[in-house]
């Protein structure tokens, strides 16, 4: 598979502050790749290098098999992106705003291929409506729509639910699908929220202070057998010591009011409540969590906990 991006070894300084620092990552042709962090952690300064806005300060980057640095031109074609909020003239039409920006981008257009594309993002019954009438995720689409005029082969979204409702979130979600499986484009989506992208990414890379923490196939990230137990008792001092001389994998999460945490198999749990009961130990709650959401708190916030976990 046709490696699309190739970051080798990216950082950037931003006077005393490393914003990006020693980033290798690829996406490959027909990934949705996610890419994720919280706010501050580097997405935008990343991807405005992927876009040539700003200058890495050193390290390699590569799409399409060329080098950025060389060969901007025939790179950037073949992207399309949108990143803040898309750059829209409010007092045209939806479609006279596709129009503009195939003209400026010297693509052939007829009146109905411009509406087609329209229909892809869900805007085609607006299409004669001013910019100004649409809701903020409708402008979100209309971005992405004017994104896709040239017909890139990749598509860079940063933070595009940002600010959106919960339907605006959904129709976004439905839409970076859309251009994946039916349109066969490869797409880069960076959040901060993960539960925003775990439906549609098939990579994560999760970032922290500019550094990468984790990069690898989301189906691989989070296996599904493997349960994080949050559990809540009368002494959770008393009960970690226990649990530990027993061998359960545990830990106390020292951000959510030290409650206990265990790495465990779901096979696992009857033995787990069992083994609680015949150690009278008075638990006042006890709950498996398992999704990516988790794993992405985890590792971005409660590393202690993770390091507790190292095997
Ligand atoms: N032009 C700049 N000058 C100085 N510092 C900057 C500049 N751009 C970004 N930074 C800093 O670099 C760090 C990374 O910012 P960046 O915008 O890349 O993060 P992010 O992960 O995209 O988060 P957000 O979603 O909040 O934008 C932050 O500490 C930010 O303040």
């Known amino acids: ?172 979600r439905n839409l970076i699908l859309h251009l994946s499986r039916e349109m066969k484009k490869t797409v880069l989506v960076s959040s901060h929220l993960l539960s925003e992208i775990e439906q549609v990414a098939t990579r994560l890379l999760i970032i922290d202070k500019g550094k990468k923490l984790v990069e690898g196939a989301a189906a691989d990230l989070f296996d599904p057998s493997q349960l994080i137990v949050e559990l809540d008792t009368m002494d959770n001092e008393a009960a970690l010591h226990q649990l530990q001389e027993s061998g359960w994998a545990a830990a106390l999460q020292p951000r959510r009011s030290h409650t206990l945490l265990l790495k465990t198999q779901k096979a696992q749990l009857p033995e787990l409540h069992r083994w609680l009961v015949t150690r009278n130990i008075d638990v006042l709650s006890l709950q498996p969590r398992h999704t990516l959401e988790d794993f992405f708190l985890q590792v971005t916030s409660g590393k202690q906990y993770v390091a507790a976990f190292t095997d």
């Open 1 to 172: 598979m046709q490696e699309i991006v190739k970051v080798t070894s990216l950082t950037k300084h931003f006077r005393n502050l490393t914003a990006v620092s020693d980033l290798s990552f690829t996406v490959h042709e027909g990934d949705v790749y996610g890419f994720l962090g919280q706010n501050g952690a580097g997405k935008s300064t990343t991807i405005r290098m992927l876009l040539t806005l700003i200058t890495p300060t050193a390290g390699n980057i590569e799409m399409f098999g060329y080098n950025l640095q060389h060969d901007r031109n025939k790179i950037l074609k073949q992207v399309g992106a949108v990143i803040e909020k898309p750059d829209l003239y409010k007092y045209l039409s939806a479609y006279e705003n596709l129009k503009l920006f195939a003209k400026l981008s010297g693509i052939k257009y007829t009146y109905n291929s411009l509406m087609r594309q329209l229909e892809m993002v869900g805007l085609a019954e607006r299409a004669h409506d001013k910019v100004k009438t649409f809701s903020q995720g409708m402008k979100q689409r209309l971005g992405i729509g004017v994104a896709l005029v040239h017909d890139p082969r990749l598509i860079i979204l940063d933070e595009p639910t940002n600010g959106l409702d919960p339907q605006g979130i959904a129709d976004i």
